[in-house]
């Protein structure tokens, strides 16, 4: 049971820590006295052991191991070690010389973890140093110059013993003017794993090796047939290209007996990049992508690399299933999107990478779950969940590692990958010791798990999802010297999750409080899942009058998938951008099909008719829509003999449509019309337009009318008088005196001169016409022609 601390995602209890270290500290106690009186170190290393004094000196060079080669020696093997010293304190190392030394054997994970946290540390055992000829000398050491050092050393002469992990370290020794003696001024310690036959059980290791970016692609396509999709900007192409990140990656895993994790949004992306393109390059502004030739070769690269190998693919655009469980399962239609993402995997991976990918497993964030995770994780139809040690820990007290695979019920199996060889390779890893330092620390928990048990077992290793691209280098360089090493055997995921369960390991998922709350920080919050619920929403909406559904449902389902990525942990801002940006678009296409903005309208009697005109400035066709016209004052104005009336509308891409209502007024004055698109399901469309109608039943053209007939009637009816007037004058006339005697009245007649000549002159007029046979009786008497005298009245 003294490997019982040794667990994954366990550590040795602060009790035993305490007295390890208090022991160490009372053996070195008479060696350090005894350094203090001597100028010199050289009896501590005849006794075995190099003790350091941490005095103001001490620990000023930085050493740096940039290559131990090879990684794993075996018998006959030539260890050679190179890197950097570098004199960063005040005064200039005399003396000076570079050393390699071997220290004790690890025996347990937990041991391999306490010395590599203090790596560097002038405090506690060295170990002996190989000295002779085994060492690199500099006369001096000026503060701030780095001096390179290669040491080359037959592993025979390290005088390794049996199989196991052994503390190597590179170390400096020199003086200072203020303290001139031999003393270590600096070392770094690493692991020298030996191995040299074969073991009798290997390790089945899964490496998973991750092809997964951040999200590139917006909701925006052209207009055009191809639909020409737009970029969020052009980091995609950087990466791609030679020398960037997942160049480096499908570079260095192309020779690795690997199991490939990708997800589907990276190939569509880069597939996207190798036809027409265009990169946003402000708020509304894009320009032509250029880099069609650098996708089409990675995408050719990574064909070839997957051929034979097995390939998982998570659901598109790796949604982030943590954040799902615990803040977006009550909202309505998250579970969806989820299922949506998994559902198109098969047709992005396959047309592209000619393989079939496998799509029951479920990645949540850094292998940690619970209750909730796992729910919602095989919700789409994974049955199988890579979680980590560190989430679900082990708690039988089993004295070693257990396989990966655990049944936690439901039909599911969490795949447990090992928390100390999942995340060797974090960190900033840019400099070549911190690679090799990572390696070396590696391939010694690797050797250490298979050391624990002769039980068959397999391990899976599953590091963070985006790695650098000096963490890759050294994942492959360790997963290469792994390969070489005699402990382990490649196995894929499908055969770990397959493996026989060890009936000791722990299957309990741990609770929800148990949830990192580093992790649960950088979740997507409640909010982001509502955003993304009313875009689907209004996405829903505007798809079904759409004549073809698909140039919009494409796009936008897949930005839905990929504003749920597990890429946004950490970029809360960028996250919300994108989500909006999505949104606006769809509004931006959504009010592409709208009413046009009316102006009061005055209607003139009982009944008129309105227009209403719908504009679709889509490329496509828009149907399935009514157009409703309401009254809100129906008492005064109705619509086709209601309150309202509603008409399908069609319209073309690129047209508009008039739609023409009947109304019908009861009372004068002011009515307010309503118009309002509407599907074919009732639910409003876009925005609606309202304009006031004057109802007037009688305008002032029409009175005008009237009053031009009614005068006309009393026209006709004074014509009427004066004929018959007329008529009874000349009546008279027949019975009483001639003209001349009828002359002689003339100062009688009341009518004043101008009467009298203009009558006058209309009778001179006709004078000289000949009378026609057929000419009716006139309506008045004859008249003479004689001038006729002052005040003489004319008949009319």
């Given at each position: 049971m003294a490997e019982a601390a040794d667990f994954q995602g366990t550590t040795p209890s602060p009790a035993r820590r305490w007295l390890r270290r208090t022991g160490a500290l009372l053996t070195a106690a008479p060696l350090l006295a005894g350094l203090l009186q001597l100028p010199s170190a050289s009896s501590a290393e005849a006794a075995g052991q190099t003790s350091v004094k941490d005095a103001s000196g001490s620990g000023s060079v930085a050493v740096s191991v940039d290559t131990l080669t090879p990684n794993v020696p075996t018998e006959g093997d030539t260890l050679t070690v190179s890197g950097t010293v570098t004199n960063n304190g005040k005064q200039t190392v005399t003396g000076a010389h570079v050393g390699v030394r071997l220290g004790p054997k690890l025996a347990t994970r937990s041991a391999v973890d306490d010395a590599a946290n203090g790596s560097d540390s002038l405090r506690g055992a060295t170990g002996i140093e190989v000295g002779g000829k085994y060492v690199e000398k500099f006369p001096k050491l000026t503060p701030g110059v780095a001096e390179h050092f290669s040491i080359s050393v037959p592993v025979d002469k390290l005088d390794l013993g049996s199989d196991g992990i052994y503390q190597f370290a590179v170390s400096l020794n020199g003086q200072t003017s203020a303290e001139p003696w031999d003393q270590v001024l600096g070392i770094q310690r690493t692991f020298l794993p030996w191995q040299p036959g074969e073991a009798d059980t290997k390790t089945r290791t899964t490496f998973l090796w991750p092809l997964i970016s951040t999200v590139h692609m917006t909701a925006e396509t052209g207009s055009n047939e191809q639909q020409t999709p737009v970029f969020l900007n052009d980091d995609l192409a950087k990466e791609i290209s030679p020398g960037g990140r997942l160049d480096e990656m499908l570079s260095l895993g192309k020779d690795l007996d690997v199991t490939w994790v990708i997800d589907p949004d990276l190939l569509a992306s880069v597939d996207a990049m190798t036809r027409s393109y265009r990169v946003r390059t402000g708020a509304n502004t894009t320009a032509p992508g250029t880099h069609q030739a650098v996708a089409k070769q990675w995408l050719a690269d990574l064909q070839t690399a997957v051929a034979d190998k097995e390939v998982v693919a998570l659901p598109f655009a790796d949604p982030d299933v943590a954040s799902l469980a615990h803040n977006g399962t009550s909202v309505t239609g998250s579970l969806s999107h989820l299922k949506d993402a998994t559902d198109?995997?098969?047709?992005?991976?396959?047309?592209?990478?000619?393989?079939?990918?496998?799509?029951?497993?479920?990645?949540?964030?850094?292998?940690?779950?619970?209750?909730?995770?796992?729910?919602?994780?095989?919700?789409?139809?994974?049955?199988?969940?890579?979680?980590?040690?560190?989430?679900?820990?082990?708690?039988?007290?089993?004295?070693?590692?257990?396989?990966?695979?655990?049944?936690?019920?439901?039909?599911?199996?969490?795949?447990?990958?090992?928390?100390?060889?999942?995340?060797?390779?974090?960190?900033?890893?840019?400099?070549?010791?911190?690679?090799?330092?990572?390696?070396?620390?590696?391939?010694?928990?690797?050797?250490?798990?298979?050391?624990?048990?002769?039980?068959?077992?397999?391990?899976?290793?599953?590091?963070?999802?985006?790695?650098?691209?000096?963490?890759?280098?050294?994942?492959?360089?360790?997963?290469?010297?792994?390969?070489?090493?005699t402990w382990s055997e490649a196995q894929e995921l499908t055969a770990a999750a397959k493996a026989k369960p060890d009936p000791g390991a722990t299957t309990r998922v741990p609770s929800t409080t148990a949830y990192p709350r580093?992790?649960?920080?950088?979740?997507?919050?409640?909010?982001?899942?509502?955003?993304?619920?009313?875009?689907?929403?209004?996405?829903?909406?505007?798809?079904?009058?759409?004549?073809?559904?698909?140039?919009?449902?494409?796009?936008?389902?897949?930005?839905?998938?990929?504003?749920?990525?597990?890429?946004?942990?950490?970029?809360?801002?960028?996250?919300?951008?994108?989500?909006?940006?999505?949104?606006?678009?769809?509004?931006?296409?959504?009010?592409?099909?709208?009413?046009?903005?009316?102006?009061?309208?005055?209607?003139?009697?009982?009944?008129?008719?309105?227009?209403?005109?719908?504009?679709?400035?889509?490329?496509?066709?828009?149907?399935?829509?009514?157009?409703?016209?309401?009254?809100?004052?129906?008492?005064?104005?109705?619509?086709?003999?209601?309150?309202?009336?509603?008409?399908?509308?069609?319209?073309?891409?690129?047209?508009?449509?008039?739609?023409?209502?009947?109304?019908?007024?009861?009372?004068?004055?002011?009515?307010?019309?309503?118009?309002?698109?509407?599907?074919?399901?009732?639910?409003?469309?876009?925005?609606?337009?309202?304009?006031?109608?004057?109802?007037?039943?009688?305008?002032?053209?029409?009175?005008?009318?009237?009053?031009?007939?009614?005068?006309?009637?009393?026209?006709?009816?004074?014509?009427?008088?004066?004929?018959?007037?007329?008529?009874?004058?000349?009546?008279?006339?027949?019975?009483?005196?001639?003209?001349?005697?009828?002359?002689?009245?003339?100062?009688?007649?009341?009518?004043?001169?101008?009467?009298?000549?203009?009558?006058?002159?209309?009778?001179?007029?006709?004078?000289?016409?000949?009378?026609?046979?057929?000419?009716?009786?006139?309506?008045?008497?004859?008249?003479?022609?004689?001038?006729?005298?002052?005040?003489?009245?004319?008949?009319?």
């Open positions: 198109v995997v098969d047709n992005t991976v396959e047309p592209i990478l000619h393989v079939k990918p496998v799509t029951d497993f479920a990645w949540p964030v850094d292998g940690a779950v619970d209750p909730s995770i796992v729910k919602v994780a095989t919700s789409a139809g994974a049955d199988q969940v890579i979680a980590r040690s560190d989430s679900l820990q082990e708690t039988g007290g089993l004295p070693y590692t257990p396989s990966a695979a655990r049944p936690i019920g439901g039909g599911t199996t969490a795949v447990v990958a090992d928390a100390r060889l999942s995340t060797a390779f974090q960190g900033d890893l840019t400099t070549a010791s911190a690679g090799t330092l990572a390696e070396q620390r590696f391939l010694a928990q690797s050797l250490a798990l298979d050391l624990q048990s002769d039980k068959q077992r397999s391990i899976v290793v599953a590091p963070q999802r985006m790695p650098t691209t000096g963490q890759a280098q050294a994942m492959a360089a360790a997963i290469t010297a792994l390969e070489g090493g580093s992790l649960r920080k950088q979740e997507l919050p409640r909010s982001a899942f509502e955003a993304i619920a009313a875009t689907q929403d209004k996405l829903d909406n505007f798809t079904v009058v759409l004549s073809d559904e698909s140039r919009v449902v494409t796009p936008f389902g897949r930005a839905t998938n990929r504003g749920m990525s597990t890429s946004w942990r950490g970029r809360p801002e960028a996250a919300q951008s994108f989500r909006t940006n999505v949104e606006e678009h769809l509004n931006v296409l959504a009010d592409q099909v709208k009413l046009i903005d009316k102006s009061p309208t005055k209607l003139s009697g009982r009944s008129a008719t309105i227009p209403v005109t719908v504009q679709n400035n889509l490329v496509q066709g828009v149907g399935h829509l009514m157009l409703r016209l309401t009254s809100t004052n129906p008492t005064r104005l109705q619509v086709g003999g209601h309150a309202y009336d509603e008409q399908p509308v069609t319209v073309s891409g690129g047209h508009s449509q008039t739609v023409k209502f009947t109304t019908s007024a009861k009372a004068n004055g002011q009515a307010t019309l309503v118009a309002q698109l509407y599907t074919e399901d009732g639910q409003e469309y876009g925005q609606p337009v309202t304009f006031d109608v004057k109802v007037t039943e009688f305008t002032a053209t029409v009175m005008l009318v009237i009053g031009g007939g009614f005068l006309l009637l009393v026209l006709a009816g004074f014509r009427m008088y004066t004929q018959r007037k007329r008529a009874a004058a000349r009546e008279a006339e027949g019975d009483g005196p001639d003209e001349a005697g009828e002359a002689a009245e003339g100062p009688e007649n009341p009518e004043g001169p101008d009467d009298r000549l203009t009558e006058e002159s209309g009778t001179d007029a006709r004078a000289d016409e000949p009378e026609q046979p057929s000419d009716p009786t006139p309506d008045t008497a004859s008249e003479s022609a004689d001038p006729s005298g002052t005040g003489e009245r004319v008949d009319r």
